[in-house]
């Protein structure tokens, strides 16, 4: 193949709010969220007609009718209904993945411009028949006669069948919760609740003054009666975050995860459009910032290594790459999914047994400048519809780059599974 590799630019995005499941949107479902979000980038950067290479939507919680939703929502999008659309899924990276999958594309020459994005929806979730009542159906389906129908219908029926199925939220492979794992992960480095609650309050005041500046009024599209986050509480305090009761681990006076410093079940969805440098001018349209590398990275979390702590290990890989430190950055977009989260992937970056032993380094990766992190708030304040944060994140930093002037950005996302997904963006 021809070597036609382009810098990758990404125009800007936008996002609906992010609410709590069961509130705003919980009628509207992952197509309803994806079409808005498509159609306001649609109207705000004039597509509307036009042809692009690929549309990459995703949906970690959705329907099984839903397995082309990123073709059927660009078909209500006001796009040519020519443009191509993929569905992804990689928990709580999707959308990033998303960028990445779209940035490879635009990079190898083999389309112009392109969208990612994601929507996720903990309201109207996929419920479905008992292993055994499916069994049932099936069996009743290929029974030849209307007798032999019945009979198969009725035999051994017992009413237990009739209980449904709700999707899960543990490891399959542990059979604990994410915010089990991060526990295991608090006490091994020791990130006490205290610490936890601040970054947690941080995040909702840094959000809410971010409303205040007007810094989203191009990023976050007003929907059902929303116009900002549901899960923003500006006038959050310590205290009110210290009087609230351990969310996961309730029983061994140990628990340090709260609803307070942990996100919510949310539903929301996010979108961005990349190009290469050409196809925007062409548009009249301005790049924000580049999407210079990407990495993902895994984590033997069955046999002991903490379930979030991938994004520990993409970014050194992906930094060395370039030549970077971890100190080359002006800005940090590390998801909130647990504000220990947080708090352990930057004390394992500034442990010299971890850097030593884990990620093969000769001395610490090193601390970051708090001032530089999560500077408008992260997912403890907007909420996390899982497939819908890494859009919201890219969106957001390159416009931070694009206000600045010039500048570099880390992105480092966590995922269910034990996987890390991180990239780098930069403007000149």
Not at 95 to 102: C, W
Not at 112 to 129: K, L, N, Q
Not at 165 to 174: L, Q, Y
Not at 352 to 375: E, M, T, W
Request: net charge neutral.
């Amino acid at each position: 193949m021809e070597n036609t590799q382009q810098r990758v630019g990404v125009i800007g995005g936008v996002r609906i709010p992010f609410c709590r499941n069961n509130t705003a949107y919980a009628d509207v479902g992952n197509f309803g969220m994806s079409v808005k979000v498509l159609g306001s980038l649609v109207e705000r950067f004039g597509l509307h007609g036009v042809e692009l290479g690929e549309v990459a939507m995703g949906a970690v919680i959705k329907h099984s009718s839903e397995w082309n939703l990123a073709r059927e929502a660009l078909l209500s999008s006001g796009l040519a209904p020519t443009t191509p659309g993929i569905t992804t899924a990689r928990a709580c990276g999707t959308s990033l993945d998303n960028a990445i999958i779209i940035a490879n594309k635009i990079a190898a020459g083999q389309i112009e411009a392109g969208i990612a994005g994601g929507s996720d929806t903990t309201s109207d979730v996929p419920i479905v028949f008992s292993q055994r009542l499916r069994k049932r159906l099936l069996a009743v389906n290929r029974a030849k006669t209307p007798m032999e129908k019945l009979k198969t219908a009725v035999r051994g029926f017992s009413l237990r069948e009739l209980k449904p199925s709700f999707p899960g939220v543990a490891e399959p492979r542990t059979g604990m919760s994410m915010g089990d794992h991060c526990e295991k992960m608090a006490r091994e480095w020791h990130v006490g609740r205290e610490d936890q609650d601040r970054l947690a309050m941080e995040s909702h005041r840094k959000l809410a003054a971010a409303y205040e500046a007007g810094f989203f009024e191009d990023l976050v599209v007003p929907f059902r009666g929303l116009k900002r986050d549901g899960f923003l509480r500006p006038d959050t305090t310590m205290e009110k975050l210290a009087s609230l009761k351990p969310a996961f681990d309730k029983s061994s006076g140990l628990g340090t995860l709260t609803a307070g410093n942990s996100t919510g079940l949310s539903d929301g969805a996010a979108a961005v459009l990349l190009a290469n440098e050409s196809w925007a001018a062409k548009r009249g349209l301005k790049i924000q910032a580049y999407l210079r590398d990407a990495e993902v990275a895994a984590v033997d979390f069955v046999h002991g290594e903490g379930l979030l702590m991938a994004p520990t290990i993409a970014v050194p890989r992906m930094l060395a790459r370039h030549g970077l430190t971890l100190q080359d950055f002006d800005f940090y977009e590390i998801h909130e999914a647990f504000a220990a989260q947080v708090l352990c992937t930057l004390r394992a970056w500034e442990s010299a047994d971890y850097c030593k032993n884990r990620l093969g380094l000769d001395q610490p990766f090193g601390s970051i400048d708090p001032a530089k992190l999560n500077v408008h708030g992260s997912s403890l304040a907007v909420g996390h519809p899982f497939a819908a944060t890494g859009a919201r994140v890219v969106a957001t930093l390159a416009k931070l780059l694009e206000q600045k002037g010039s500048g570099r950005g880390l992105i480092s996302i966590c995922t269910a599974g034990g996987m890390g997904v991180t990239a780098i963006l930069e403007r000149d």
